[in-house]
Nanobody
Framework: HVQLVESGGESVQAGGSLRLSCEGSGRTYDKWCMGWFRQAPGKEREGIATIDSSGRTAYADFAKGRFTISKDNAKSILYLQMDRLTPGDTAMYYC?????????????????WGQGTQVTVS
């Protein structure tokens, strides 16, 4: 049983930055593939970035150069640093965990999800 809790979402002005956090249970954070996803009203849930057990990352095109995924294995915290935010980034942001091998980028491949944290850019 994996429990994930996102935090850090808030309302910011365009051009601003936010750092989202995802706290997980247990001491095995380093063994998991983890990802950040977002969903805006009326739109499909989309992948933002993933990081595998070796620290290798993958980013969606819209996130490259602006968003950075990282994790602190000792603290069991996953981060998403978001810079140069635009109104198009407004969405509910979720972190997720995949316990199986590999680290794909599709939401359907992730088994456990947090409750989400709202990011609003105006």
């Amino acid at each position: 049983h994996v429990q994930l809790v996102e935090s850090g979402g808030e309302s910011v002005q365009a051009g601003g930055s936010l750092r989202l956090s995802c706290e997980g249970s247990g001491r095995t954070y380093d063994k998991w593939c983890m990802g950040w996803f977002r969903q805006a009203p009326g739109k499909e849930r989309e992948g933002i970035a993933t990081i595998d057990s070796s620290g290798r990352t993958a980013y969606a095109d819209f996130a490259k150069g602006r968003f950075t995924i990282s994790k602190d294995n000792a603290k069991s915290i996953l981060y998403l640093q978001m810079d140069r935010l635009t109104p198009g980034d407004t969405a509910m942001y979720y972190c997720a965990v995949r316990l199986n091998s590999g680290c794909p980028t599709l939401a359907k491949d992730f088994a456990f999800w947090g409750q989400g944290t709202q990011v609003t850019v105006s």
